[in-house]
């Protein structure tokens, strides 16, 4: 099946090595094949046969292009939709260990592109760089990311696709600022000059989180979080952390959030090492051995969160912590 507008993905590796290095920003992705690859290595054998769409969408009333990549399984009924917002410095294709898998065990995964912080940023002047990031960090750009969540939730359910997604049930994801992004679209609230600046979404039932930076500047994170009660999942490592120019957060800030977060349902997953950068498509942060067991975790923990929000099962939850206890530093959950 095709779609105006739409073109298929090739494995083309689009960005220089340096910036790789310096950020750890994904690599575009291998498509079905790579997929079944990986759901044998999980130890699942996937379900579903799978689409990899990309359209160059664009919100008029914004002015403001919003390109996207959509994993959409081949179903005869409606599917569940994850949509992922990346890193700084990210992309559409990025994080494809992530959504080429839930495609492949029957959930869409829709991932756009925030033009204002993402691969373009490390293009150009390498004595600039930094302040090409600081510029991306704006606060401008944070509420226009999570207004690009909203717009391609409205593009996906009310055009074409609609039939083949299920509007009931919709997560947000993110990593990193991806992360922060999600949780305003989930119920994050600050407030600027007297009035709360509230970017909610209500068609959400559920967050995953992985590697959220606090809201700096922002003081207790219980007044930014506290009213987020929607179920959110919190993934992190002991070495989980950011250093940019003029920025620096460790792993004990997804600790804190994971807290403070006002969510009647939530788990937080601390894997035992790592980096900041092994949850993007990078294979070498965290090492040859850690690196593809943390994302084997992570999709199977994916999964079961899925599970636990949209039937509410939780016996997946309830058997993974024992099942990667060998690489896991911390495991907790909370429910009301």
Do not use: C
Request: no cysteine; charged share 20%; net charge positive.
């Amino acid at each position: 099946m095709t779609h105006d507008g739409a073109r298929r993905i090739d494995r083309r590796r689009w960005m220089q090595a340096a910036a790789l290095a310096v950020a750890g920003v994904g690599l575009a992705g291998a498509g079905a094949l790579r997929t079944a690859r990986a759901g044998a290595a999980d130890g699942v054998a996937p379900a579903y046969g799978f689409e990899t769409l990309e359209f160059d969408w664009a919100d008029e009333k914004r002015q403001r292009p919003v390109p996207v990549r959509l994993y959409l399984p081949q179903a005869s009924r409606r599917v569940p939709l994850v949509v992922f917002s990346h890193g700084i410095g990210g992309s559409r294709r990025g994080y494809s260990w992530l959504g080429a898998h839930l495609a492949a065990h029957g959930v869409a995964s829709l991932h756009p592109q925030h033009v204002g912080s993402d691969r373009q940023v490390w293009f150009g002047n390498v004595f600039t760089v930094a302040g090409r990031l600081a510029e991306a960090a704006q606060e401008r750009e944070a509420v226009a990311r999570a207004l690009d969540l909203r717009f391609v939730l409205d593009t996906a359910l009310g055009g074409e696709l609609g039939a083949r997604l299920d509007e009931r049930r919709v997560i947000a994801a993110g990593h990193s600022y991806g992360a922060n992004t999600a949780l305003l679209a989930a119920g994050a609230r600050v407030e600027r000059e007297g009035r709360v600046v509230d970017l909610s979404d209500p068609r959400l039932a559920g967050a995953i989180l992985m590697s959220a930076p606090p809201f700096y500047g922002e003081g207790d994170p219980r007044r930014i979080v506290g009213g987020v009660t929607l179920p959110t999942l919190h993934v992190t490592a002991t070495e989980d952390v950011i250093r940019i120019p003029g920025y620096w957060s460790g792993a004990d800030d997804r600790v804190a959030l994971f807290e403070a977060i006002g969510s009647t349902r939530k788990w937080f997953a601390m894997y035992e090492g790592g980096s900041h950068s092994i949850f993007t498509d990078r294979s070498a942060p965290g090492g040859p051995l850690l690196n593809p067991q943390v994302k084997a975790a992570t999709r199977a923990l994916t999964l079961a969160f899925l599970r636990g929000v949209f039937e509410g099962d939780e016996r997946a939850l309830a058997a993974w912590p024992q099942q990667h206890a060998s690489i896991l530093a911390r495991f907790a959950e909370a429910r009301a």
